[in-house]
């Protein structure tokens, strides 16, 4: 039996703001991901510094903080065995010139910020990730 694994996603504003989250979660169940959390909430800047510390520094820093608190987003806890490099091979490439079809990113993202979803890249980034956004008693059992 393969041991089930957990990944945070987000549905960023610019998918959010173009009603795309329904497409996307019919996507992510499509493809055999157990949603275990969800919620849809409007980031202020500090929560989305806190989030994307590991990018404090770069370049694209500021300009992604403005962006991720432009508006709602929806933010998901999803389990399935290999759900971290499953998820972010649903997704796509970062840059979505660089994205395969069939990925969520081909279709929905509009420019290397604008790029339509998050996930969690290792396993103890989708710790800290879903702990961030979500308490214990919050994910289905
Ligand atoms: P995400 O997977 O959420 O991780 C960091 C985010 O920063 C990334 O998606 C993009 O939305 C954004 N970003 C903007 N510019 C860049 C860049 N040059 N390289 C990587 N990420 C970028």
Sequence with gaps: METLQRTLA???PDAVAKGAAGDIIATIEQNGF???GLKMLHLK???AAAFYAVHVGKPFFDSLSAFMTSGPVVVLA???ANAIADWRKLMGATNPA???AGTIRKKHAESIERNAVHGSDAEDTAR???SFFFSGYELAK
């Design 45 to 47: 800047k500090a929560q």
């Design 78 to 80: 999803l389990e399935k």
């Design 10 to 12: 987000i549905v960023k």
């Design 98 to 100: 660089n994205a395969e």
């Design 34 to 36: 157990r949603i275990i």
């Design 128 to 130: 800290f990730e879903l």
